[in-house]
């Protein structure tokens, strides 16, 4: 059983830097991709990017150049910084996980932290 | 990117009704599909993997079905804590990418 527990700064203006940080309990860390979603309020998800224990990543090329998705595996912990944001990046995020295998070979994100809101204003 | 639409945005529906949702994607993503559910405040909860598959602990009224580019997430006898938002994401490439939802809202 993983339990995800997210945290990181919650008001930000303009061109400031977003830092959020998900701990992982229970599970082995070292298996799978943890992956960062976010949501805008009342709208739909947008999964950010996702590193797994080795520091491997993919990053959604919306956010690829204002991204960084780091790990670090001796807390347990993974870290996402968003540069120079707007009102754009105001949003729900969440760190998620997909940890069971399906029968196609593909992992599903069954694991989500609390959430994290994330407002950017002057 | 492939493109994953939704419809209808909203339904209108009683307790009791059968509810069918689409999900159409812009290209091909084989049956490497899900559906998630979520309510206010919470976080989205799987319901179906590999476009039929339930998830762990999933009523059986809950299906899904397609292949391809066409997929259907079918409630067959909505209970009043179906009421919600549900999501189809694909897994077939990066980026992942989410629909844009069904609200389920009572009638």
Request: hydrophobic content about 30%; some cysteine.
């Amino acid at each position: 059983q993983v339990q995800l527990q997210q945290w990181g700064a919650g008001l930000l203006k303009p061109s400031e830097t977003l830092s959020l940080t998900c701990a992982v309990y229970g599970g082995s860390f070292s298996d799978y991709y943890w992956s960062w979603i976010r949501q805008p309020p009342g709208e739909g998800l947008e999964w950010i990017g996702e590193i797994n224990h080795s520091g491997n990543t993919n990053y959604n090329p919306s956010l690829k150049s204002r991204l960084t998705i780091s790990v670090d595996t001796s807390k347990r912990q993974i870290s996402m910084k968003v540069t120079s944001v707007t009102a754009a990046d105001t949003a729900i995020y969440y760190c998620a996980t997909a940890t069971k295998l399906s029968a196609a070979g593909r992992r599903y994100f069954d694991y989500w932290g609390q959430g994290s809101l994330v407002t950017v204003s002057s | 990117e492939i493109v994953l639409t939704q419809s209808p945005a909203t339904l209108s529906l009683s307790p009791g009704e059968r509810v069918t949702l689409s999900c159409r994607a812009s290209q091909s993503v084989s049956t490497y599909l899900a559906w998630y559910q979520q309510k206010p405040g919470q976080a989205p909860r799987l319901l179906i993997s590999d476009a039929s598959n339930r998830a762990t602990g999933i009523p059986a009224r809950f299906s899904g079905s397609g292949s391809g580019t066409d997929f259907t997430l079918t409630i067959s006898s909505l209970e009043p804590e179906d009421f919600a938002v549900y999501y189809c994401q694909h897994r077939s490439d990066w980026p992942l990418t989410f629909g844009g939802g069904t609200k389920v809202e009572i009638k």
